[in-house]
């Protein structure tokens, strides 16, 4: 009798395969997937190989594999309770207080040092004291000697006035050139203009309310990172920069927008996709990003 020898079951799949297998079947590339998320490639390969430590802080790992879930039809919510299951708990503390220490026994010799740091210290001070006292008696002395020999010289001026005689009074001067003088001052001290006016920039208050979940990307105009996350819907964003902004979101539709306190809606323009690509000017205003 030939007996059949059953099929051994499928192991489960990973969370990578399984994301990379939702990609496969909406015949997307890494490029293309990339492209459509507004991602760096690297986060998808990261994602797809449970390379989860590359993409940086559990935050961080929690919103990609949310977002790259419900992209390629894998349950978001699902991914994420996978990855917080498999999260391996770190090792306890070890109980320092069972750890056996070694005697420790006395050393007459560590009492030397002190004691020849505090011989040295006291030589030192009374060497300072009979220089100080030795320089003291002898400006003294000289002061004395100056003062018992008095030294008169005679003018070189023949016109200048003896020693008895008054000094000649300063002429002041009149109320005509003392207020000249009085607004010479002033003028030599005005103050010089801010170089946030004679630049002409200012800081530029961006504002984010958010109705559903959102990646955001906000850049200044050097190009410094303001802010890269997903944030949550119901969260409020304020973001202040140099302006002008460049602002990247993936999910638009869930998102309103203030600038320096004044509602501004999105450029029809600026869509890409479900998402959105816009700059916010100097003056407040949205126009699309290029």
Same mark, same amino acid.
């Given at each position: 009798?030939?007996?059949?020898?059953?099929?051994?079951?499928?192991?489960?799949?990973?969370? @990578? &395969?399984?994301?990379? =297998?939702?990609? *496969?079947?909406?015949?997307? %590339?890494?490029? /293309?997937?990339?492209?459509?998320?507004? +991602?760096?490639?690297?986060?998808?390969?990261?994602?797809?190989?449970?390379?989860?430590?590359?993409?940086?802080?559990?935050?961080?790992?929690?919103?990609?594999?949310?977002?790259?879930?419900?992209?390629? @039809? &894998?349950?978001?919510? =699902?991914?994420? *309770?996978?990855?917080?299951? %498999?999260?391996? /708990?770190?090792?306890?503390?070890?109980? +320092?207080?069972?750890?056996?220490?070694?005697?420790?026994?006395?050393?007459?010799?560590?009492?030397?040092?002190?004691?020849?740091?505090?011989?040295?210290?006291?030589?030192?001070?009374?060497?300072?004291?009979?220089?100080?006292?030795?320089?003291?008696?002898?400006?003294?002395?000289?002061?004395?000697?100056?003062?018992?020999?008095?030294?008169? +010289?005679?003018?070189?001026?023949?016109?200048?006035?003896?020693?008895?005689?008054?000094?000649?009074?300063?002429?002041?001067?009149?109320?005509?050139?003392?207020?000249?003088?009085?607004?010479?001052?002033?003028?030599?001290?005005?103050?010089?203009?801010?170089?946030?006016?004679?630049?002409?920039?200012?800081?530029?208050?961006?504002?984010?309310? +958010?109705?559903?979940?959102?990646?955001?990307?906000?850049?200044?105009?050097?190009?410094?990172?303001?802010?890269?996350?997903?944030?949550?819907?119901?969260?409020?964003?304020?973001?202040?920069?140099?302006?002008?902004?460049?602002?990247?979101?993936?999910?638009?539709?869930?998102?309103?927008?203030?600038?320096?306190?004044?509602?501004?809606?999105?450029?029809?323009?600026?869509?890409?996709?479900?998402?959105?690509?816009?700059?916010?000017?100097?003056?407040?205003?949205?126009?699309?990003?290029?």
């Amino acid at each position: 009798m030939d007996e059949t020898v059953a099929p051994a079951p499928a192991a489960p799949r990973s969370i @990578g &395969e399984r994301l990379r =297998a939702g990609r *496969e079947r909406s015949g997307l %590339s890494v490029a /293309a997937a990339a492209e459509k998320l507004h +991602l760096d490639p690297k986060v998808i390969e990261a994602l797809e190989a449970d390379r989860f430590a590359d993409l940086g802080a559990s935050v961080y790992v929690r919103g990609h594999l949310r977002r790259y879930g419900d992209f390629v @039809g &894998e349950p978001g919510a =699902a991914m994420v *309770e996978s990855y917080l299951s %498999s999260r391996v /708990a770190p090792p306890p503390p070890p109980d +320092l207080t069972r750890i056996p220490h070694a005697e420790h026994r006395s050393d007459p010799r560590r009492l030397v040092t002190p004691l020849m740091g505090l011989a040295c210290a006291a030589v030192l001070l009374l060497a300072i004291w009979w220089i100080l006292a030795g320089s003291k008696t002898g400006a003294d002395k000289a002061v004395n000697e100056s003062a018992a020999v008095p030294v008169v +010289l005679p003018s070189a001026d023949p016109t200048a006035p003896a020693a008895n005689e008054p000094a000649a009074p300063v002429p002041t001067a009149s109320p005509a050139n003392s207020g000249t003088a009085s607004n010479a001052p002033a003028a030599a001290t005005a103050t010089p203009p801010k170089r946030e006016e004679a630049t002409g920039s200012r800081e530029t208050r961006l504002k984010l309310a +958010l109705t559903n979940d959102s990646w955001v990307e906000i850049y200044d105009a050097s190009g410094e990172r303001l802010f890269y996350d997903v944030a949550g819907a119901g969260s409020v964003q304020n973001v202040t920069g140099r302006g002008p902004l460049r602002v990247v979101l993936g999910n638009a539709a869930g998102v309103t927008v203030e600038v320096d306190g004044q509602a501004r809606g999105i450029p029809a323009n600026a869509a890409d996709g479900e998402g959105a690509r816009f700059v916010v000017n100097r003056s407040g205003s949205l126009t699309r990003s290029r």
